[in-house]
């Protein structure tokens, strides 16, 4: 069944609020790419530039009802997409300040024989974290990260579409995170950035 044209934004997010999953198909279609350009110019990251789009997307669908109140879909999701990529460039540099600091402890406290026993313990506890996840998204991750596959390779080898690789993806490298922090020592965690 063809849905019917929309003619108007408003009728468009009217039926996106009401739930209509071809409506956000056509809302989809019609803003993707300018939101992942626009991430793209800010993030220079095309990784990160498909996880703001998703995140955006996902945002959008979960307003329902309070999509009514947006005066211009345009704007808004200019802004939307704008103060995800600041957030995630503030994430960066905070992470990037963290894992300097902690380098420089590591390298001023630990000796070569210290790193080998702690890395060999960390990959025990990567491994035993690799293991309890799902199992596409072990697949997943050991086609992209671990072989170094793109995206749509694994995809493809995997018969998924490339934005559920990435949701996968996404998910394992925070299960990963999240056990390995409750695992490890801050030692380990050095170690395991590497790792990643």
Same mark, same amino acid.
């Given at each position: 069944? @063809? ?23 056509? @809302? ?6 300018? #939101? $992942?350009? &626009? ?17 955006? $997307? ?11 109140? #947006? ?12 103060? @995800? ?46 293991? @309890? ?8 991750? &050991?086609?992209?990260? &671990? ?48 790792? $990643?």
């Amino acid at each position: 069944m @063809l849905l019917k044209p929309l003619t108007t934004e408003r009728e468009l997010l009217q039926q996106v609020a009401a739930g209509d999953q071809r409506a956000f198909r056509l @809302l989809y279609e019609s803003y993707y790419r300018k #939101i $992942f350009t &626009q991430a793209m110019h800010l993030l220079h990251s095309e990784t990160l530039a498909e996880e703001i789009m998703q995140e955006v $997307f996902l945002k959008v669908w979960r307003l329902e009802d309070g999509l009514l109140q #947006i005066a211009s879909l345009d704007a808004y999701l200019k802004v939307l997409t704008r103060n @995800l990529c600041l957030d995630t460039l503030r994430k960066l540099a905070r992470e990037a300040k963290g894992a300097r600091h902690l380098r420089l402890v590591y390298n001023e406290e630990h000796n070569e024989t210290e790193e080998s026993i702690i890395l060999n313990d960390t990959r025990k506890v990567l491994a035993d974290a690799i293991a @309890l996840l799902p199992k596409q998204q072990r697949e997943v991750y &050991q086609l992209c990260h &671990q072989e170094g596959l793109k995206y749509e390779e694994a995809a493809e080898r995997l018969n998924l579409s490339p934005l559920t690789v990435q949701t996968h993806m996404k998910r394992a490298l925070r299960s990963l995170r999240g056990y390995i922090q409750s695992h490890t020592d801050v030692a380990a965690l050095l170690i395991v950035l590497k790792l $990643f």
